[in-house]
């Protein structure tokens, strides 16, 4: 069993907590991380963080996910995106869907 893989679970699943840093907020960043997710069948959320970063969560296809985490890596057209960090995780398997959280 490869690392973030847990018995129980689906080994075509991947996790992944991303921490994007520069101007992610108020520019619509996490509606446009909800759509880019959302677009790819993925589920997770988004958030603002007190420092001015925003936080993502991501759940799903391998291939899914890596595209989903470079198009953060882009972001909307009024972002600028000066660094994503991203932690690999174990698999939930929970959640559908893809949400904006506050």
Do not use: C
């Amino acid at each position: 069993m490869s690392a973030g893989q847990k018995e129980g679970h689906s080994p075509s699943l991947v996790r992944a907590r991303a921490w994007v840093t520069g101007r992610v907020q108020g520019v619509g960043f996490r509606a446009f991380a909800q759509a880019q997710a959302s677009r790819r069948k993925l589920a997770g959320m988004a958030r603002n963080l007190a420092d001015g970063r925003v936080e993502v969560e991501v759940e799903g296809q391998p291939s899914a996910v890596q595209a989903f985490l470079a198009e953060l890596q882009k972001g909307p057209s009024l972002a600028k995106v000066d660094d994503l960090q991203v932690s690999w995780e174990t698999p939930t398997g929970e959640g559908s869907a893809f949400h904006i959280g506050y």
